[in-house]
C-alpha cells in the first residue's frame, strides 16, 4: 500500500513527551513495561538534546504517527562513521502505508550526507511484516545478534 497522506517532520524540540511517550509504549510492548518511567524520560531527553549521538525525529500526518532514533557510531570496517536505526516505529493505523519506508529512506539519506557507508538497523525474527518491508530496502545480514544481561 502506498502512502496517501503528505508527512510532516517534527523535531523533537517542538513534541511534548506525551506525545512521543504514548508512541514510545506502544513501540516498546508488554513485555518492556517494567522499564521505570526516568528510562522513558532520558530516552525522550537524550533524542532531545542534540549534544548526544542518538538522533531522532518523529513523523506526522495530522498527528505523530511515528518516530525513528538512529546513531552514528565508529566502524572498524570503514574510515567514516557508519549509522544504526535503534528504533523505528509506525502507529498501527498506518502500516503498511509507506511510513515505515519513508523513515528509513529519510535516515539513509541524513547517513549518506553525513559520508556513512552503511545503514544498519535489527528487528525481532517474529516481525514478519517489517522484514518483508526491510528486504526491498536492504540485503539481509547473514550475523545473528546475542545478548547477555549484565
Given at each position: 500500500m502506498r502512502l496517501h497522506e503528505p508527512l510532516t517532520v517534527i523535531e523533537y524540540r517542538d513534541l511534548a513527551f506525551e506525545v512521543w511517550l504514548a508512541m514510545w509504549l506502544d513501540y516498546i510492548g508488554p513485555a518492556n513495561a517494567d522499564l521505570p518511567p526516568a528510562v522513558h524520560r532520558y530516552t525522550y531527553q537524550r533524542i532531545h538534546d542534540a549534544s548526544t549521538s542518538l538522533q531522532g525525529f518523529v513523523v506526522?500526518?495530522?498527528?505523530?504517527?511515528?518516530?525513528?532514533?538512529?546513531?552514528?557510531?565508529?566502524?572498524?570496517?570503514?574510515?567514516?562513521?557508519a549509522c544504526t536505526i535503534?528504533?523505528?516505529?509506525?502507529?498501527?493505523?498506518?502500516?503498511?502505508q509507506g511510513v515505515g519506508?519513508?523513515?528509513?529512506?529519510?535516515?539513509?539519506?541524513?547517513?549518506a550526507a553525513q559520508g556513512a557507508p552503511a545503514l544498519h538497523?535489527?528487528?525481532?525474527?517474529?516481525?514478519?511484516?517489517?522484514?518483508?518491508?526491510?528486504?526491498?530496502?536492504?540485503?539481509?545480514?547473514?550475523?545473528?545478534a546475542f545478548r547477555k544481561p549484565l
Amino acid at each position: 500500500m502506498r502512502l496517501h497522506e503528505p508527512l510532516t517532520v517534527i523535531e523533537y524540540r517542538d513534541l511534548a513527551f506525551e506525545v512521543w511517550l504514548a508512541m514510545w509504549l506502544d513501540y516498546i510492548g508488554p513485555a518492556n513495561a517494567d522499564l521505570p518511567p526516568a528510562v522513558h524520560r532520558y530516552t525522550y531527553q537524550r533524542i532531545h538534546d542534540a549534544s548526544t549521538s542518538l538522533q531522532g525525529f518523529v513523523v506526522a500526518t495530522d498527528r505523530p504517527i511515528g518516530f525513528v532514533h538512529y546513531y552514528f557510531h565508529p566502524s572498524s570496517y570503514n574510515l567514516t562513521e557508519a549509522c544504526t536505526i535503534e528504533d523505528l516505529y509506525v502507529a498501527p493505523t498506518h502500516r503498511g502505508q509507506g511510513v515505515g519506508r519513508w523513515l528509513i529512506e529519510r535516515v539513509a539519506s541524513i547517513a549518506a550526507a553525513q559520508g556513512a557507508p552503511a545503514l544498519h538497523w535489527k528487528t525481532d525474527a517474529s516481525n514478519t511484516a517489517a522484514i518483508a518491508l526491510y528486504r526491498t530496502l536492504a540485503r539481509q545480514a547473514q550475523v545473528l545478534a546475542f545478548r547477555k544481561p549484565l
